[in-house]
């Protein structure tokens, strides 16, 4: 049982280049999630989805995009990566949206 | 829109009592989460609340208001490792959106 697996760790990007971050969790979970965490900041919801081919926006969507074709993937395109989505990037997922979140260990990626 | 208040920063003595406090403005509100996370780390998740009243899990205990849109964490006997982030985290329909966090620092 792996839990949540986010790859990679770590990714150096140039602006304009597009890259997808990988989410798998082994749990059998219909929630999941992604969130960016900015120095010193909270998180901050990208999108989240409720179920296989359900999903929908978050606090900061623009310039990613999600799909959710299985239970237990949910990738994060960056389709032009700009300095500003430099962060630090957290997959979680939950039998549901009331239910604890178990985190993924995080992608440290910058965008230069 | 949405808003959750909480400290930026607590200092504590180790074996003390400390209190986080979240207040929250959301549109939709389902329950209250505490997160812990560790510099470095991926939050975890610490306690829940649905319904007005205290939750106690060993050390933590954490306190829902819904009237007054307010909750606290608080922890007892605190220990060094307890040195970490803290985040109120709203459950507002489907979304779980993140207040800015409360550095807590134990020192011996």
């Known amino acids: ?15 304009g280049q597009s890259m997808t971050l990988q989410c798998a969790q082994d749990m059998n979970h ?26 929908d926006q978050g606090e900061v969507p623009n310039g990613y995009n ?20 430099t962060s630090v990037y957290f997959c979680a997922s939950s039998y549901s949206q009331s239910e604890k979140l178990f985190f993924g260990s995080g992608t440290q990626l910058s965008v230069l | 829109g949405q808003s959750l208040e909480q400290p930026s920063e607590v200092t504590a003595v180790e074996g003390a009592i400390v209190q986080i406090n979240c207040t929250y403005q959301t549109s939709g509100f389902y329950g209250l989460s505490w997160y812990q996370q560790h510099d470095g780390g991926a939050p975890t998740f610490l306690s ?5 009243g205290l939750e106690e ?50 020192r011996p």
């Open chain 1, 1 to 15: 049982n792996a839990g949540v697996t986010q790859t990679p760790k770590f990714q150096v990007l140039k602006t």
């Open chain 1, 30 to 55: 219909e929630y999941m999630s992604w969130y960016r965490q900015d120095p010193g900041m909270g998180l901050r919801l990208i999108h989240y989805s409720v179920g296989a081919g359900i999903t």
């Open chain 1, 66 to 85: 999600v799909s959710r074709s299985t239970t237990e993937d949910f990738p994060l395109r960056l389709l032009s990566a700009a300095p500003s989505q």
């Open chain 2, 48 to 52: 829940y609340n649905a319904l007005d």
């Open chain 2, 57 to 106: 899990t060993g050390r933590f205990s954490s306190f829902l208001s819904r009237s007054d849109s307010y909750g606290y964490l608080l922890l007892q006997e605190l220990q060094m490792k307890d040195s970490a982030s803290y985040f109120c985290v709203v459950d507002s329909s489907y979304k779980l959106i993140f207040g800015s966090g409360t550095r807590l620092l134990v």
